[in-house]
Structure formats: structure tokens, C-alpha cells
């Protein structure tokens, strides 16, 4: 691993344009690595959005998968290595921006995110925690990020705020990711394993296989069983459940990426790009190629039909 000596320091100056206002957010789509570095003063937030890369951390080493969320404080140093990805960066000197945080530091999600995981990468011993945010949560993600990045090209009069609330809003959605993913380690170290918790799993996961032998060794349960309780409380099937994922997170990066329709069909676990483009227009009565076209004006909320 190369010594810490020799990593670049990314100034201040060079993450903001102006020190008054330490928040930017950076689209890094089809770009490199940019090196082993760290970060003078200000926090990384990083959402992967397709496609992965080896991420060097610390004392850990692991492979990045979509919709991973993960926090590089100040003072630590990391690199990536095999970039495939693409991927958001929001930069954020919390002090300096004097964003009122009120109690929300003090939330097991915000400690797990900006605490807890930076920490467990610094440990030589055991695995580092990871985060993941579930299909509906790194839709509304990306179109807040994409919301900021908009407001901090255009620059007109009021942006600023504009992009605070944006990202007060973005805080408090990874925040909650979070601390549901702390609820789940509890009670996977207490109990087995639930419908609620095989459910955000595959949210979280939709681009894996997922056959019902696998959900019912997740969830403890016969098939029998597995059905009726998922019936039951989310009125649908598994099957139909994770279908439901794959194309909420298809759509999300039909509007947000420019991902050809096979590397779309990939990252959402459907077979190919022929099989996601019929069961795309069979859900929602559109191809993918003319909702992409048209989602801005016509189509904002398609996926609000899946139920």
C-alpha cells in the first residue's frame, strides 16, 4: 500500500471556488482514478451509480457497487483502482457552511455514515462496514444531486440556498439509510431474518439473482409462508416486488446517466437489453429509449405507478 507520505492533499481552494460557500457537488462520469489523496478541511460524500471499481480505503480494499453511499472525512486517504463507474462527489466543510445540523449528528444513521464506517476502514482486523442505499431512496438521491449540480451550473441569484436545501434534504435521506441499516445488523444479530428485512435487501440489491430458494433461505421461511406474509404486507409477491426494484432503478438511470440500454439491463438485473426494453414498455406503456427523451417534460413521476 503506498505510504500515506506520499498521497496529494486536495486543497481547500481547489474543492471550493469560494471559501464563503465550502459546498460542490462533481459528477465524475466516465473519468480515472485521481490518485491515492486526502482532504484538507472538508468532507467527501460519494454515491456510485453504475458500473464498479476496486476502492482503496484506508487499511481495506473492496469492489464499489451502485447505489453504495460512503463518507471520506478529512486527514484519510484512499484511491481507486480498475474504474469502471460512474459516480457523484459532494464536498461539504460542515463548519464553514454552518448548516444548523440541530440533533441530527447525534442519529445512529449519522453516526454510522460519517463516524463509525470511516472507522471500521482504519481497522487492520474485521470487515469494514458498508453502506447501501435501496432503489426508491438512490432514486430520490440522484435527483437531488442532480437537482445541486443544476442550481450550481446555472448560478443565478439564489442558488446558495437553493443547493443547502438540496443537500439538507439529501443529509437527511442517506442519514436515514443509514440508521435503517443499523436496525438491520441489530436484528440480524438478534433474530431471523424477516419479510421486511429479505424486502430491503432485495431494494438494495436488485441487480442480483434473486430466486425464491435464495428469498426463502433470506427470510427463514417455506414458499408457502414466504408468499402469504409478503402478501400480506406489501400486497404483491417477492417476484413482483423485485421486478418493481429493477425498474424504478432502471428509470432513475434512464433520466440520470447516459448508459446505453445493456449496460442499464445489467445494472438492474434483467437479462438483456431486449428483455428490459419489453418488460419496460409493458409496465409503463413506453419504450425506455422515448421515456428517456421525454421524462423531463412528460414523465417525472412514472414510477410512481408501480405500486
Not at 469502471?84 to 461539504?92: G, P
Not at 463509525?116 to 453502506?131: I, M, T
Not at 440520470?256 to 438485473?269: R, V, W
Amino acid at each position: 500500500m503506498k505510504p500515506f507520505s506520499y498521497c496529494e492533499l486536495v486543497t481547500y481552494d481547489y474543492a471550493f471556488e469560494a471559501s464563503s460557500f465550502p459546498l460542490a457537488i462533481k459528477p465524475q462520469f466516465n473519468t480515472g482514478s485521481p490518485g491515492w489523496h486526502q482532504h484538507e478541511r472538508f468532507y467527501e460524500i460519494v454515491l456510485i451509480v453504475s458500473g464498479e471499481a476496486v476502492h482503496i480505503y484506508e487499511n481495506k480494499r473492496y469492489i464499489l457497487k451502485p447505489q453504495e453511499i460512503f463518507v471520506i472525512p478529512p486527514g484519510m486517504y484512499h484511491s481507486y483502482e480498475k474504474c469502471a463507474f460512474d459516480y457523484y462527489n459532494i464536498l461539504v466543510d460542515f463548519s464553514e457552511l454552518k448548516l444548523p445540523l440541530f440533533d441530527l449528528p447525534r442519529t445512529e444513521g449519522f453516526q454510522n455514515l460519517f463516524l463509525l464506517a470511516p472507522r471500521s476502514h482504519q481497522s487492520k482486523n474485521g470487515e469494514a462496514l458498508r453502506n447501501f442505499l435501496d432503489v426508491e431512496q438512490f432514486s430520490q438521491g440522484i435527483k437531488l444531486l442532480k437537482r445541486m449540480y443544476d442550481l450550481q451550473t446555472r448560478r443565478k441569484e439564489g442558488y446558495q440556498l437553493a443547493m443547502v436545501a438540496a443537500f439538507n434534504s439529501f443529509l437527511q435521506l442517506i442519514c436515514r439509510a443509514g440508521e435503517d441499516l443499523v436496525r438491520s445488523e441489530k436484528s440480524s444479530n438478534s433474530q431471523p431474518h424477516t419479510v421486511g428485512e429479505l424486502a430491503m435487501a432485495m431494494a438494495r440489491y436488485c441487480q442480483d439473482a434473486w430466486p425464491v430458494e435464495k428469498m426463502c433461505k433470506v427470510s427463514r421461511m417455506s414458499r408457502p409462508v414466504l408468499f402469504r406474509e409478503f402478501k400480506k404486507y406489501y400486497n404483491t409477491t417477492p417476484v413482483k416486488f423485485l421486478n418493481d426494484q429493477r425498474l424504478r432503478k432502471a428509470a432513475a438511470l434512464l433520466r440520470e446517466s447516459d448508459m446505453n440500454l445493456e449496460a442499464i439491463a445489467t445494472a438492474c438485473g434483467f437479462a438483456n437489453g431486449s428483455y428490459f426494453s419489453t418488460v419496460f414498455k409493458n409496465s409503463f406503456r413506453i419504450t425506455p429509449l422515448k421515456y428517456r427523451r421525454d421524462n423531463v417534460l412528460k414523465y417525472p413521476d412514472l414510477t410512481d405507478i408501480l405500486q
